[in-house]
Structures are given as structure tokens and as C-alpha cells.
């Protein structure tokens, strides 16, 4: 009896020292994507805790986990253009937490939430009306590879400051007011019937002118002719044309034959 009791007092015994080393030698398991920010007494640390199983000390030590993966954030931002038209720009944002500095973002501005709401949010909004307004309506639609560049290069200085580095970004949708469309659809309108009546006056031109250069071409080949029908060729043309007989002349006199030598002279004049 005494044995048994001795042995539950041992085995008692071993797992209070069991619990008392686990509770005064614990650990802490950061996941993959993760980083662990170790604290002392609530101060961050220098150090910081990759993927993998750390012993801490109890009380001593707090570890806070930040994720280190892309994230994806979509932000609506509103600008003016540099003709002062309103720009509607739906973002779409993929960043993540620089590594080595999760200390410094845990202590300086918080978690993920808090980076996204303090840091990213506002920083999109301002780096989209600062490009934003270099550019017209117009140009932002036709140099939107432009604007992009512009938006990420921006974007990505100022998160740096930040210990924030961007992935990707994409303006998913730029779209304007509707009286702008309206007045783009207009404009086009206008175009395309500027255009046609384009094409129907350069047509008339163009008809006109062939008219005017048959007309020329024609009175070119008629002075050529005429120039070309000297006295000789004409009577050349009038014997070649000639019968053999003479033409009978009828008048109150007599009727008399004409003369030969008179009509080649008269055709000659």
C-alpha cells in the first residue's frame, strides 16, 4: 500500500516538473509566410523569428506573427484630370511586407489591417490624383500604359518609405462622368460626319476636276486637228473624195459644169 502511494506521489511530482519546465521554457511556432516579432516586456526586439518552432521565455516574452505573403487590396479613387474632368479609378493592388522589417512595421504603424488602412489606402488615393492630374480625359484613355507606369513608379517610392513593396498594380477601371461621355460620344459623332462630308467634297473636287481635264484633253485634240488640216490636205482629201464627175451647176443661165481648177482653188483658200 505504502509502494502505491509512494509512486503516485512520484508520478505526481513529475508531472508538476513537467508542467512547470513547459510553462517556464515555451514555445512559439511560426507558420511559412509568416515572420514572428519578439518582444521583451511588450519592446520589440531587434531579432526576428523565421518559419520553424522558437523557445521563448514565459512572461518575459511576447512574439506578435505578421504575414509576409502577396495581398491583394482593390481601392476606388476619385481625381481630376488636367482639363478638370472627373476621373473614376477602380485599383487593384498587390503588395506585401518586406521581410526584414516587420519589426519596424509592427512597432512603427501596427498589423496587416493597420498597413492597410493607415499606410496603403491614402497612399493610393494620392499617388492616383497626383498622376492623374498631369493628364486630360483623353490622354489617360489613350496613355493609359503611361498612366500605369506613372501610378507604379509612385506607388512604389512612397510604400517603400514605408518598408511596403508593390508587386503589381492595375487600374482595373477608368471611367468618367456622365456628361463627359456624353459629350465624347458627341465629339465622335461630329467627327465621323466631318469626315463624310470630307469624302463627298473631295469626291465633288475630283469629279470636277475630270470634267475640266476631259474638256481640255478634247479642245487640245481639237486644235491639234485644226492645226493639222492645212490647204494641201484638204485638197489631197477633196480629190480622194471625188467621184470622177463633174457637179452640174443649175442657175437661170445655162447649166454649166464646174470647173475643177476652181474647186481645188476655193478649197485651197
Known amino acids: 500500500m505504502r509502494k502505491i502511494t509512494t509512486f503516485n506521489s512520484a508520478g505526481k511530482l513529475t508531472a508538476l516538473l513537467f508542467l512547470i519546465t513547459l510553462f517556464l521554457t515555451p514555445c512559439v511556432i511560426v507558420n511559412a509566410g509568416e515572420r514572428g516579432v519578439l518582444m521583451k516586456f511588450g519592446e520589440v526586439q531587434n531579432q526576428i523569428l523565421g518559419e520553424g518552432l522558437h523557445l521563448i521565455i514565459p512572461v518575459v516574452n511576447t512574439v506578435k506573427k505578421l504575414s509576409i505573403r502577396v495581398q491583394k487590396q482593390e481601392i476606388s479613387a476619385e481625381a481630376s484630370s488636367k482639363d478638370l474632368q472627373n476621373v473614376f479609378t477602380d485599383v487593384a493592388l498587390n503588395w506585401h511586407i518586406i521581410p526584414q522589417k516587420v519589426n519596424v512595421i509592427f512597432q512603427e504603424i501596427g498589423d496587416e489591417q493597420n498597413v492597410v488602412i493607415r499606410i496603403i489606402n491614402p497612399a493610393v488615393a ?58 465624347v460620344e458627341a465629339k465622335q459623332i461630329a467627327e465621323q460626319e466631318a469626315k463624310r462630308a ?44 471625188w467621184n470622177g464627175k463633174l457637179p452640174l451647176i443649175v442657175s437661170k443661165e445655162a447649166p454649166k459644169f464646174f470647173n475643177l481648177s476652181e474647186l481645188l482653188k476655193f478649197n485651197g483658200k
Not at 512604389?156 to 462622368?177: C, K, P, Q
Not at 470634267?211 to 485638197?235: S, W, Y
Open 126 to 183: 494620392e499617388v492616383i490624383k497626383a498622376v492623374i492630374a498631369k493628364y486630360t480625359a483623353e490622354e489617360i484613355i489613350t496613355k493609359r500604359g503611361e498612366v500605369k507606369s506613372g501610378v507604379d513608379e509612385a506607388l512604389s517610392t512612397r510604400l517603400g518609405s514605408y518598408h511596403v513593396a508593390v508587386d503589381d498594380i492595375s487600374l482595373v477601371h477608368v471611367h468618367f462622368s456622365e456628361r463627359f461621355d456624353e459629350a
Open 198 to 241: 470630307e469624302f463627298i467634297a473631295l469626291k465633288a473636287t475630283r469629279q470636277a476636276e475630270a470634267k475640266v481635264n476631259l474638256a481640255k484633253g478634247e479642245a487640245e485634240a481639237n486644235r491639234l486637228l485644226r492645226d493639222g488640216l492645212t490647204p494641201e490636205i484638204l485638197q489631197r482629201q477633196a480629190i480622194e473624195k
